[in-house]
């Protein structure tokens, strides 16, 4: 008997708890969905402000007359009112359901399930989880107007030197041979609040610039001089590499498309024509030369690692155009590559970019 009675206990005490917790998910539901009602009436009158502005602007540029002005704004008024009115209908007819069966519905889970820092998607049956997929880092909030974006940044091309007194065609470096590649991030922001013809790029990249020399020499570093000379056996490859660290920073300009809708107002640039002006800055992160050749029969490979008198600071130009994430690309660096040398040698490359 007392082992029943403590069963009988802890069963009541069971269902107290579950009761209990049933009541406050209940109560939840309703403070989510009535907040949602205030938050629904603020993004429409943000919205409409952006569009009085937009009003506003082309008023004063001419574009339309002031009765033609008065006419959009009351459109506008009119329009953001009607939406207020049926997204807070919407809202209220999912708590008149809640408090109808007291929590306990089968439904899919929106709003009532979405929590300050996390969203839930499932089905609850009787206000218990039958299936559920939980996303602790997605949130809720929605920004309206999104002024900065980030891309991954790849580029790839050719590499060569600009040399004092000569031109590219008597470069001493393989035209095809000498290649670069780059790889980093970058934010772009939208300049004006109302237009995003231009957007300004920022970011950080590592650059890996190759030169192959031709006929058959490697560089050499004699003192504070670097110079190609011949090597004494055949060469099956020689190459310098400078790896780069620089931080971009271009002005880029180009059409949009401009999209709208209840929750949120965005700029596209997708499939669109982009060109870009601009420079980097940045540090020589490390020089090496690769040698491969035979000697006596035997396969050699050399790599030294030495700074080959290359220049600490990088700095330079690049431009970039073409349409969404495929462009031409090119870069030139204003330092030299070899410090207190006698002819002076500037870095340039041409090359594809993708924003990813």
Known sequence: MRTIALFMASLILFLLSETLQAQRRYEKKIEVLEAQKQKITQQEKDALKLEVRDINRRLQDGDITSEEAQLLKEKAAQKRALNIENRIAIVENQIALLERNEGKTLISIEADTISEDRIRFGVDID???????RNKRWKRELKYDRRT?????????LNNAIIEGQSLDN????????????????????VFRNSNFMRFHYGFSFQFNGLKPDDNQVFVQNGDQTTLEEFEFELDKSKLRMDNLVFPVH???????FRESENSIRYSIQNQFRIAVGGYGGFNLGTRQKLKYNQDGERVKDKLKRDYNTSDLIYGL???MG???????????LNPIFKDADIEQNNISLGLRFDL
């Not at 974006?149 to 091309?157: E, H």
């Not at 880029?252 to 498309?257: A, I, K, L, N």
């Not at 349409?323 to 660096?333: A, E, N, Q, T």
């Open 149 to 157: 974006y980030s891309d991954f940044v790849l580029a790839i091309g």
């Open 323 to 333: 349409f969404d994430g495929v462009l031409l690309y090119l870069k030139y660096d």
């Open 251 to 257: 002005f880029e300009f180009g059409p949009s498309r």
């Open 318 to 320: 690049s431009a970039y």
């Open 127 to 133: 206000g218990k989880p039958a299936f559920s997929f």
């Open 171 to 190: 470069s001493p470096y393989k035209i095809g041979g000498s290649r670069f590649f780059e790889m980093g991030w970058q934010w772009r922001t939208r």
